[in-house]
């Protein structure tokens, strides 16, 4: 059964480094998002990805978040300055279609701790 | 602000009874409507969904109920097993594209 892969599966670093998470999504699928857990929390969004361009942000998605499509198979997401509240489970997650009856497939996601 | 919510927090339910989750939601132009199981360190995994034409829809062991008219939606896990113990979350769409978590239910089984 296709899945979402990620990778690391644990990140530790410095605060005001630069991290990037990466992702292979299920290979038909044409949407991608990233989501974030801090531990003891709900899952909440971050970002949408659709045709090399972002669809939708959450507010938590500023300026030090940026996400790409570098080839066919990887999507990332970088966090240019990684600050403490940083630290979280983030999850990829890829659909087939977008708006709406969109199911969405999780990752397993990549545990960042930052220090 | 958040529009999907959890009744409980916790549910413990004895192995071999029937479970019943629990999710309300505020905002009535949701039109799908996804249930997801996490278990530990793991991401979430799509359970069932419903779309908001329907009422019950049932999946193996499960069944999901909506009631739009007090927008409220529930999980029914028949005979409950040592391996459904989780963090169950309802998650809602509103035509766009991403989904709105729920603060979770973590369900226990005893043994």
């Known amino acids: 059964e296709p899945e979402v892969t990620q990778t690391p599966s644990h990140q530790v670093t410095q605060m005001g480094q630069e991290v990037i998470l990466r992702c292979v999504p299920i290979?038909?699928?044409?949407?991608f998002y990233w989501y974030r857990q801090i531990l003891g929390q709900k899952v909440e969004f971050l970002v949408s990805?659709?045709?090399?361009?972002?669809?939708?942000k959450s507010e938590i998605f500023d300026d030090q978040f940026s996400v790409e499509r570098p080839d066919g198979s990887n999507f990332t997401l970088k966090i240019r300055s990684t600050k403490l509240e940083d630290s979280a489970m983030y999850f990829c997650?890829?659909?087939?279609?977008?708006?709406?009856?969109?199911?969405?497939?999780f990752g397993p996601g990549t545990r960042l701790t930052v220090l | 602000g958040e529009s999907v919510g959890l009744h409980l927090p916790t549910l413990s339910v004895q192995e071999g009874d029937n479970s019943i989750i629990n999710c309300a939601y505020s905002?009535?132009?949701?039109?799908?409507f996804i249930w997801y199981k996490q278990e530990s360190g793991k991401g979430p995994q799509f359970i069932i969904d419903i779309r908001s034409n329907m009422d019950k829809r049932q999946g193996q062991r499960v069944t999901v109920l909506l009631n739009k008219t007090v927008k409220h939606l529930s999980l029914q896990i028949a005979a409950t097993q040592p391996g459904d113990s989780a963090v169950y979350f309802c998650?809602?769409?509103?035509?766009?594209?991403?989904?709105?978590f729920g603060a979770g239910t973590t369900v226990t089984v005893r043994a």
């Open positions: 990805f659709y045709n090399n361009e972002i669809s939708e």
């Open positions: 997650a890829s659909s087939e279609t977008g708006r709406s009856y969109n199911e969405q497939f």
């Open positions: 905002n009535s132009a949701s039109d799908y």
């Open positions: 290979s038909n699928h044409l949407y």
């Open positions: 998650a809602e769409n509103q035509n766009d594209y991403k989904l709105s």
